[in-house]
Structures are given as structure tokens and as C-alpha cells.
């Protein structure tokens, strides 16, 4: 019980600027509301095609970020990380719901300016995706500092299999549902992620959901009065 070196590190607040996460200059905040169940307000919500009532004077804003994508479609998503290359903090990104095939990831030139024109620039030009017949399925997968992370999801299947081909895959061990929804996707460690670094992807419409049970409970952005207290 009084054992030496027992217990794990932790962290406490301390003096200077309040950190901030981010993903695509969006740091995310909960809705007051679950989106599966709930219809959500139009301001609180931000995405690469729209922004927020609170975030349309800003390039980095605090909002719910939520980004739409169809059904039965390969998609592949592209993050890269600026910090420095002498840095080891690496970001351990975790997409819920499937198993994706990481297409590539490293790190940049020591010499090369990560920025968002920069990293298109190198996507397109193929330096960022190997060439193989398979790629291995994660969940988890990590970004290093001053790098990069390819990957891609098939939106019906989930866990993301034969994204060429997903018509000849074997299909035997698969569960027998589909991926639309509401799925997160956050750094993995714990003060990034409350720290706003995440966000959600929509997969279909709300048409292709289960339809809200009648008379379900409903939640809201319920905050008691402020009050001053003075001595």
C-alpha cells in the first residue's frame, strides 16, 4: 500500500495558455444533444462545407464537427501531423466502427514545410501510399510528428475489407449490418482528445437509420443560472 513508484504519472493545470486540439482548424465540442436520436441545430455544426454561426469570423473554430459520407463508396482519409521533426510525440488515431486499410504513413523530408498545399502536392504526386496487393487492416494507427497517415474505409462494410473489389469478398464471418451512422475518430490520448482533437463522420442520411423510438428521452443543453457570489 505505501509501496515506492506505485502509481501512475498524471497531469495537473499549470500556469500559461490552455491547450488546444484540433483536426482540419476545427476543435470539437460535444452537442448538447445525441445526433442519433435528436435533430442538431445548424450552428453548433461544422464541417469542410460549412461552418458555424460562432466560427464564421475565424479560420480555427469550436464547434461540432461532423463530416458527411455516402453510402457503398471507398473513401480515404489523408491526416498529417506539422510538429517538428525532433519531436516524439506521435498522435495515435482511432476510427470507430471499422477496420481500415492503411494505405501509407511516415514522415516528411526534415526539410519539408508541412502545410496544406504542400501535403496535396505530395499525395498527388504518390509519394505518400505504397504499391502492394494487401494492406493491413487497423483500427489504431499512429501519426508521427512532422508526418503523415493514408488510409481508407469501404461505407458498407465494417470492417472495411476488398476496398477494390468489395463484391468478391467472402463474406462469412461478417456481421450482418451496415455502417451507417455516427462514428468517432480522435486522437488516443486522453488530454488531446478532451482537448477537442476529434471529430465524426455521418455515413448515409437520416433516412437510413432506424426511425427514433415514439415518446424516446430527449436531452438538451440544460446549464443552471450563474450566480455571483460575493464576499
Known amino acids: ?64 464537427h461532423i463530416e458527411y459520407l455516402p453510402l457503398n463508396k471507398v473513401v480515404e482519409f489523408v491526416y498529417y501531423n506539422p510538429d517538428n521533426p525532433n519531436s516524439t510525440l506521435n498522435h495515435p488515431m482511432h476510427h470507430h466502427g471499422v477496420s481500415f486499410q492503411v494505405r501509407g504513413m511516415g514522415t516528411f523530408p526534415d526539410n519539408f514545410v508541412v502545410n496544406e498545399c504542400n501535403v496535396r502536392k505530395f499525395h498527388e504526386s504518390g509519394m505518400m501510399c505504397s504499391k502492394q496487393k494487401k494492406y493491413p487492416l487497423m483500427d489504431t494507427v499512429p501519426l508521427f510528428a512532422h508526418g503523415y ?58 433516412e437510413d437509420l432506424p426511425p427514433v423510438p415514439k415518446d424516446f428521452p430527449k436531452c438538451g443543453r440544460y446549464l443552471p443560472p450563474i450566480q455571483l457570489c460575493q464576499d
Open 1 to 64: 500500500m505505501f509501496g515506492g513508484n506505485t502509481f501512475m504519472p498524471f497531469r495537473t493545470l499549470g500556469p500559461g495558455p490552455p491547450e488546444v486540439g484540433m483536426i482540419n482548424n476545427k476543435s470539437y465540442i460535444d452537442p448538447p444533444s445525441p445526433p442519433i436520436s435528436q435533430h442538431l441545430d445548424e450552428n453548433y455544426i461544422c464541417n469542410s462545407t460549412h461552418m458555424s454561426k460562432t466560427c464564421r469570423k475565424s479560420e480555427k473554430c469550436v464547434c461540432t
Open 149 to 206: 497517415l493514408v488510409y481508407r474505409i469501404y461505407t458498407s462494410n465494417p470492417v472495411g475489407l476488398s476496398l477494390e473489389e468489395p463484391r468478391f469478398m467472402n463474406r462469412s464471418f461478417i456481421p450482418n449490418w451496415n455502417l451507417h451512422g455516427y462514428w468517432l475518430i480522435h486522437c488516443h490520448i486522453d488530454m488531446h482528445m478532451a482537448a477537442g482533437m476529434k471529430f465524426v463522420v455521418h455515413v448515409g442520411t437520416k
